[in-house]
């Protein structure tokens, strides 16, 4: 059974940081792309960070130079650290794994979300 579990959210000021992180079983971790996504209240799910199978890295313009995607291999984790927190970066962030094989969702793996606020 694939599990995603995120953890690291939290409620922080502006200007603070935070480290999400996304333990990853069940699957083969190694061959996946992944990413961590988030959702505002009232707004659609967008992708913040991904990194590739081979390292490669890339951020949505509102994240870049503030957030950094990084895998561990050996932990089978994926983690966003994520400085110099804005109030509109509040949202639910939620982990995802991106199909790979034909036994995947169509959708990939995806995890339960943590909550993110950054409010003073």
């Known amino acids: 059974q694939v599990q995603l579990v995120e953890s690291g959210g939290g409620l922080v000021q502006p200007g603070g940081s935070l480290r999400l992180s996304c333990v990853v079983s069940?699957?083969?971790?190694?061959?996946?792309?992944m990413g961590w996504y988030r959702q505002a209240p009232g707004k659609q799910r967008e992708s913040v960070a991904t990194?590739?199978?081979?390292?490669?890295?890339n951020y949505a313009d509102s994240v870049k130079g503030r957030f950094t995607i990084s895998t561990d291999s050996v932990k089978n984790t994926v983690d966003l650290q994520m400085n110099n927190l804005k109030p509109e970066d509040t949202a639910v962030y939620y982990c995802?794994?991106?199909?790979?094989?034909?036994?995947?969702?169509?959708?990939?793996?995806w995890g339960q979300g943590t909550q993110v606020t950054v409010s003073s």
């Open positions: 995802n794994l991106e199909r790979r094989l034909l036994t995947d969702p169509p959708s990939g793996y």
């Open positions: 069940g699957i083969i971790f190694k061959i996946y792309d």
């Open positions: 990194i590739k199978i081979g390292g490669s890295t």
